[in-house]
């Protein structure tokens, strides 16, 4: 079996405005003028995968439209085979509106469109190809679910990204074999508050418990902590830190780490070392204004890997 990653998951144009502050509840407030930008979780994650050197496969749907044309072209650009996006012609191209404040921090909308029509009859035989399929939840858990089991059955590593925040059956749980997660993702499913590191371990041994394998708990700034279980069976767990960098967006730092962290892993970096990664692939997005523009190349992560060394 190859090292090709298949990704079934979003496609969406975000439209992004950055404001001095967000706005309250019925208040209107000027912006800058808004950027129209290549995104959906899919797709930032399939990127930032091939970015890296990955080879990518995208399963997903765009409409019969103008950001549809784009969101292609873009995946093209990038070397990701695009031969399993379908063009729908009952729905519009998923958006995204996305507001920035002056601290980096976001708000995002999300108007599925074609991404709420991504079906299990859209996979064809790509998943048995591949070493591993990345999966996120803006698109229907229907798919998602069947896509995992279908890998699951096919011995595909499956690596989810429980995003945006769902609650999510011990059947689906147990399909898993890495399970990537952020501090609110992993309070949902754990039933854990997750304001620490402290917390972020017991939410992962809670999730160990329910049947996903390893689990990754991203922390922001913070970085990552990781839990799983050795060949012997034993739990293996530690707190990998993030570089420390000037924020300028956040937008598609956790995208960033999962494709990072997935290319490191079918590298055979391991665990541990797979998360060290995706940390400093994700610290780097946050140093550029927009998602898939801002993700870093390989050279770029294991230069400031060395610089931490």
Wanted: proline share 3%.
């Amino acid at each position: 079996m190859s090292d090709n990653i298949c990704v079934v998951g979003s496609l969406n144009m975000d439209i992004v405005v950055k404001v001095e502050r967000r706005p309250r509840a019925g208040e209107t407030i000027k912006g800058s003028d808004y950027l129209s930008l290549p995104g959906g979780k899919g797709a930032n994650q399939a990127i930032a995968a091939a970015t890296l050197g990955g080879k990518v496969t995208m399963i997903s749907r765009v409409g019969n439209d103008a950001f549809g044309n784009v969101l292609l072209e873009n995946l093209e650009e990038r070397g990701i085979d695009t031969s399993y996006v379908i063009r729908d012609d009952l729905a519009p191209t998923g958006a995204a509106f996305i507001t920035i404040d002056n601290s980096g921090e976001n708000s995002i909308i999300i108007s599925p469109g074609a991404n709420g029509r991504v079906s299990i009859e859209d996979v064809g035989d790509i998943i048995a190809k591949s070493s591993a399929v990345i999966l996120q939840l803006e698109i229907p858990f229907d798919t998602v679910f069947k896509s995992a089991k279908l890998a699951s059955e096919l011995g595909v590593q499956v690596i989810v990204n429980a995003a945006p925040a769902m609650e999510l059956p011990d059947e689906f749980l147990k399909l898993i074999d890495v399970l990537i997660v952020n501090e609110t993702e992993a309070s949902l499913l754990s039933d854990v508050e997750v304001l620490n590191i402290q917390d972020a371990f017991l939410a992962a041994h809670s999730l160990n418990k329910k049947g996903a394998h390893t689990i990754i708990v991203t922390m922001g700034a913070e970085g990552a902590v990781f839990l799983y279980k050795d060949s012997k069976g034993s739990i293996i767990q530690g707190h990998q830190k993030a570089p420390e960098v000037k924020v300028t967006d956040t937008t598609g730092a956790g995208d960033t780490f999962v494709g990072a962290f997935v290319t490191a892993m079918l590298k055979g970096m391991g665990i541990p070392v797979s998360t060290q990664y995706a940390c400093a692939a994700g610290a780097l997005a946050v140093t550029k204004l927009g998602a898939q523009s801002a993700m870093p190349k390989h050279e770029e992560v294991m230069n400031i890997l060395s610089q931490l060394r």
